[in-house]
């Protein structure tokens, strides 16, 4: 899907309206619901939200696009950006007008409705981060993308001793050993 930068921006404003001005969400999460909310819809239908890029950055998945929109939805009077330093994640945000979310889809707004109450009401901006940390994260270079898929990755263990006995067992029962 090629990135649409006018959903993308309506998501932005979307979730800053729904979640902004509550104490303690601010950029971090921002960029994790962003994520999540992509990567889990990509998962149930192939397709993201608006097509936007993601990278490995420090504190997690940030997709690229995100401080210029940030910036125009600024400037547009949509929403102001409060740099809120000594209040754990510096960056907050405020809606100042409604956002227009005529072009997203039923089950887009009930995926990013999940991931804002979810991530706003469960997580710390480093509790998140760290459940954004994954296998594909951590496998990926600063600054490399992440494709959607890559929250899928894992790694494989050997099995414990008492998975391998329950295993051996089986294939006894099956007559494969």
Same mark, same amino acid.
């Given at each position: 899907?090629?990135? /649409?930068?006018? %959903? #993308? *921006? =309506? ?6 309206w ?5 104490? &303690? ?6 960029n ?16 993201p939200?608006?097509?936007a890029?993601?990278?490995?950055q420090?504190?997690?998945?940030v ?19 409060i740099?809120?330093?000594?209040d754990? /994640?510096?960056? %907050? #945000? *405020? =809606? ?5 979310i ?5 089950k887009? &707004? ?5 991931w804002?109450d979810?991530i706003?009401?469960?997580h ?6 760290e459940?954004s ?13 992440l ?5 899928m990755a ?6 414990n ?9 089986r294939a006894?029962?099956?007559g494969?050993?």
């Open positions: 899907m090629d990135f /649409d930068r006018e %959903k #993308f *921006k =309506a998501v932005v404003h979307y979730i800053i729904k979640a902004g001005s509550h104490h &303690k969400f601010g950029a971090t999460k921002l994790k619901v962003l994520w999540f909310a992509d990567a889990r819809l990509y998962m149930l239908t192939g397709r939200i608006s097509g890029t993601y990278t490995r420090k504190w997690g998945p997709p690229k696009q995100i401080m210029p929109v940030r910036s125009e939805l600024a400037r547009e009077g949509a929403i102001s950006i740099d809120s330093r000594g754990g /994640d510096n960056t %907050k #945000f *405020k =809606a100042l007008t409604s956002p227009d005529s072009m997203l889809s039923e887009e &707004k009930q995926v990013l409705d999940y804002i979810h706003d009401k469960d710390t901006a480093a509790s998140i981060s459940q940390h994954d296998y594909g994260w951590e496998i990926a270079e600063m600054g490399e993308e494709p959607l898929a890559a929250f894992s790694r494989i263990r050997s099995p001793e008492i998975e391998s006995e329950e295993i051996r067992k006894k029962e099956l494969l050993i």
